[in-house]
Every structure is written in C-alpha cells, then in structure tokens.
C-alpha cells in the first residue's frame, strides 16, 4: 500500500517534469514559427488568425528589400567546409603523433593545445583586425578560414586523440614487424580504423566554424558575409523586422540538423572524448 | 625503432605547430606588443607606454564590474545548466512512450545559431508583442521591460544561455547515466531507497567523474560567451550587463583604443589560461 502510494508520486512527479521540460523548450521554438508565419497585422497574436509564406519565400528567393539567404548560407559552407578540411589534415596526425609517442613533451604540448582550445577569442580581435587590414584581408573567405583554421586545430587534436589512445596499438606493432613503414602504418592501417573519429570531428570543427559570430561580424562587410551576421542584420538599432528574421533563424538550421543527424551516435562521445582518461 | 619513430612524430606534428605558431601564437605576441603602446585611432597615437594600459585597466571600475558580472553569469548558467541538465537526464532514464521523440525535442535548442537564438529571445522578451509580457499580462501581472531594465537584463540574458545550452549538459550526463551499472540501481530498489535517496546516495556520487568533467567543461565555454550578450543587449541599457568580452569589444570598435582593449584581452587571456590550467589539473587530466 506504502509502496504503491510513492510509485503513484513518482509518475506524478514524472509526469510533471515531462510536462514543465516540453514547454520550457517548446514555447520559444511555437512563437518563433507562428511569428515567422504571422501577417503583419497579426505578429501579437498568440493565435495567428491570417497565416502567411511571404517572409519565407524572401528569404528564400529574396525581394526587392530582402537580400535571399542562399548567398550567405553559400558562403557559410564554403569557408566552413574548406576550413575544416584543413584543421582535418593538420591535426590528425598532429593527433595521431601525440598519441603514440609517450613522453613529457608530448603531454605538455597536449596540455597546451587544451588551453589554446579555451582561449577567449575577443582577446585576440585587435591583432587580428590589423593583420588582416595589413594583408588586406578584410571581408575575404581567405581572411575568415585564417582565423577558423588557428582556432580548430586545438579542438580536432583535442578529439582525434581520444580516438587515436583508444585504438590497441598491436596493428602497428605487428605491421611494423612485417616491414611498413610509418606513413604506411598511419594512412593503411590507423586511419581506415578510425574514419568514424575523423567523420565526428570534421562535423564538430565545421559546426564551431558555421556558429561562430564575433569575427564574422568583425572582418565581413560585403562579399563574405556569413549566416550569423546575416541573420543578425535583420535587427537594426532603428528597426527589427522579426518575421525575416525568425524566417531565416528556422532556415539556417537546416544544415545544423543534418550533421547533428549524422552524428547523433557520436554526439556526447565528441563532447567528452579525450577528457575521460584512466 | 623507437628513434625511427620518434623522428617520424615530429614530422607529423610539425605542420600544425607551424599554423599554430603563426596564426595564434604571433597574433597573441602582437596583442601583447600592441597592449604596451597608446596606439588610439580617434587621437591618432602610437608609442611606447609600459604598463600603462595594464594600471589603467586595474582601475577601471566598469572593467572590474564587467570581470564580476562575467562570473556571475558563468555561476548562474553552469549551475542551473546542471540542475535542468540533469533533471532531463533522469527523466530520459524513465520508461515511457515517445522517450526517443522527447530527447530529440530537448536537443532542438542546440540546433539554433547562437545568433538566432539570442534573436529569438531578444523578439520573446519584446516588450509590447512579447510572449513572455503577453503570459504576465494574462496571469494579471503588469508587464515587465526585460531587456530595457537595468536589473534584469544581465538576468534575462542569462535565462537565454541557459535555455540554449541545457541540452548540451542534458547530453553528457544522460551518457553517464546510462552507462550505469544496472545491477547497482536494482539493489537500491530492491531495499527500498525512494527516488530522491537513489539520486543523491547512488546516481549522483557513481557519475560524479563525469558531472566534474561536463561542469568544467561548460564553465570554461561559458567564460567566453559573447554572443548573446551582445545580440540581446550589446552590454547595455548604458553599460549594465556588459560582460568582460563586451566591455572589451567596445573599447575596440567604438572607442578604438586598440591599445587599451588589447590590455584588457590579454588580462582576460591570462585569467582563462591558469584558470583553464588548474581545472585540466585538478578534474580532467588527474589520472593521466
């Protein structure tokens, strides 16, 4: 009797949480579709009584006051996907290196690429606007993956490490006994082991790269201009046009959902991987 | 062979030494060069100062107000990102019908830009056609100018973190619930132990390698955050939740003193690598 009274406050108390968590999360997520979908007329409604596609067809095809979110979604993943190419080719071996060789520098340079992860990026934005001006730089893909490049490689050391420390080392130990050679080893053996590791960490460094605000914002004006800083246009000191905005805020995230869809498995493994040593 | 090798890492290692030493590490050397001149682009100056910048700034009350608002805000959003976190974690636990769907609707505010979300919620807490005055107003209370308030804007700022990066905690700590050991949780059940004792006496102290971890981790990413705070409010209304990266990137773009915000960064910096340090040391590298 005891026991079924406490089961029964247990779904109580369950089914409450389950309740209270959908609304936290939801609510925002109702008012952003019924604002972008809102005539002008009706954007206070809680209940949109005329409902309307015009705000995301010019977001979609653009309209004579509307610049279209395909520009900036092009540009987002072209600087994003050439500078995660690049942060992929640097620090997977860098990784793979510092895994295998066991000795104290190896640790300290690890130890420092951590720190160099944790940097706050506003401490670096004043070099980092001259360098640019001075290699006229400003408002390029070039000048943007400059930056993305230096701040990735710490994270994709940081997560192919912990890939690299968890594959048995008796495949290279046996393939250099056969006579490979190192590069063969790596390319023929570790790697093929590992394509899943590689896969999570380009998503991630490309995800960092496709959120990332504050130097988008800095060193774009024109042609390079990304989808944050785009989105964030539709707010000016004088007006904020909600419905463009909340538009494209919903048709940004479509590239977001497919990574996160592609590696949903590896999600929590690429947050914590590297972290959890014994 | 072991020297064979050893040659062979650092052929692998170095290229990515050499980006890291000219793209990061130069810059940071040329911040600190640059924190030492007067270089000001409204006066027009650029000479040698010292440290100058760096005694100006250790009396400058709205830096230090900002570096305590920073705080503030990383204790707030880390903990209550825990609590919620973790709260959604042992639901998840539970078995019920659509668990899946409910996990991929708690995930869905990590699928938002940064940007959009701190739009999203700048719109929710609007205050004439906001939702969050409009459901005040239908509980009888008067409307309240979240974001326009001096007292509240930090805090409304701070509830849009915590919304948007719950899931991220939710995440990690459902992983080390789950990787629980089954058998532990059934003899508690078996003697007895109600749901609150289960959580504080098994759940909580089994995971609490993985709880210090995604804590850490978070309060570090949290040190950083500038988005939100500057698409919500950009540090105002005049200065009153401005945060130390804010503060900073005002000094730079609007003032253009590139000398004195360069300062500051590098305080920053040096703040995040020893704290940065001490918490690898003490929590997250300790066994290696």
């Given amino acids: 009797m005891d026991n079924e009274s406490g089961l029964n406050m247990r779904k109580i108390f369950i089914w409450l949480s389950i309740i209270f968590i959908l609304a936290w999360t939801l609510l925002p997520f109702y008012s952003l579709i019924i604002i972008s979908l809102a005539k002008t007329g009706s954007i206070s409604e809680l209940w949109p009584k005329s409902v309307t596609f015009e705000y995301y067809k010019a977001v979609i ?25 690049v942060v992929i080719m640097l620090s997977v071996p860098c990784s793979y290196a510092l895994s295998r060789w066991k000795s104290k520098s190896s640790n300290a340079m690890y130890m420092s690429y951590f720190i160099l992860r944790m940097l706050p990026p506003i401490s670096l934005i004043i070099p980092r606007i001259i360098l640019l001006q001075n290699l006229h ?7 943007l993956a400059l930056i993305y490049i230096p701040t990735q490689i710490p994270v994709g050391v940081w997560l192919m490490r912990g890939f690299f420390d968890s594959t048995p080392i008796e495949f ?6 056969e006579g490979a050679t190192y590069f063969k080893t790596f390319f023929r053996i570790v790697l093929p082991v590992n394509t899943n590791g590689v896969a999570v960490t380009s998503v991630f460094v490309f995800i960092y790269c496709y959120i990332e605000y504050i130097f988008a914002a800095l060193i774009t004006r024109t042609n390079a201009i990304t989808l944050p800083p785009y989105i964030a ?7 904020i046009r909600f419905q463009l905005m909340l538009a494209a805020a919903l048709i940004s995230t479509i590239p977001m959902i497919v990574l996160y869809a592609f590696a949903q498995r590896f999600i929590v493994k690429g947050i914590t991987v590297g972290a959890v040593k014994q | 062979m ?5 040659k062979y890492n650092i052929i692998f290692i170095i290229p990515a030494l050499i980006v890291i030493i000219v793209l990061l590490i130069a810059p940071m050397v040329m911040g600190i060069e640059i924190s030492l001149t007067n270089l000001d682009y409204l006066k027009n100056t650029d000479s040698f100062v010292g440290l100058k910048n760096y005694i100006r700034a250790f009396s400058d009350k709205l830096f230090y107000f900002s570096v305590i608002r920073n705080i503030t805000y990383v204790i707030i959003v880390t903990s209550f990102n825990f609590i919620i976190g973790y709260w959604m974690a042992i639901i998840c636990y539970q078995k019920f019908r659509l668990n899946k769907l409910f996990r991929f609707i708690i995930i869905l505010p990590m699928l938002l830009i940064p940007a959009s979300a701190g739009l999203l919620w700048r719109f929710l807490y609007n205050y004439d056609i906001g939702i969050v005055n409009k459901a005040l107003t239908v509980l009888g209370l008067g409307r309240v100018g979240w974001l326009i308030d001096p007292n509240l804007a930090l805090i409304s700022v701070i509830i849009t973190d915590i919304w948007a990066w719950t899931p991220w905690m939710f995440l990690i700590l459902l992983a080390g619930i789950e ?18 004792q289960l959580n504080k006496y098994i759940i909580i102290p089994v995971t609490s390698p993985i709880i210090k971890i995604a804590i850490s981790l978070k309060a570090i990413e949290t040190f950083r955050t500038f988005d939100y705070v500057w698409i919500m409010t950009r540090g105002g209304p005049g200065g009153a939740s401005d945060i130390t990266s804010t503060y900073i990137f005002k000094q730079a773009t609007s003032s253009l003193q590139y000398g004195y915000s360069s300062a500051l960064g590098i305080i920053v910096m040096a703040i995040m690598v020893l704290l940065t340090f001490f918490i690898v040391r003490k929590w997250i590298m300790r066994a290696a």
């Fill in chain 2, 179 to 196: 990787n629980l050991d089954k058998h532990i949780l059934e003899a508690a059940n078996i003697d007895g132990a109600n749901f609150f």
């Fill in chain 1, 172 to 177: 290279e130990e046996y393939a250099y006994i």
């Fill in chain 1, 233 to 239: 246009s539709f707010a000016s000191p004088w007006e």
């Fill in chain 1, 61 to 85: 095809f653009g309209s004579p006051d509307t610049r279209s979110i395909w520009v900036y979604m092009k540009n987002s993943v072209i600087v994003c996907s050439v500078s995660s190419i």
């Fill in chain 1, 137 to 143: 730089l400003i408002d390029t893909f070039l000048g």
């Fill in chain 2, 2 to 6: 072991e020297r064979f090798q050893k």
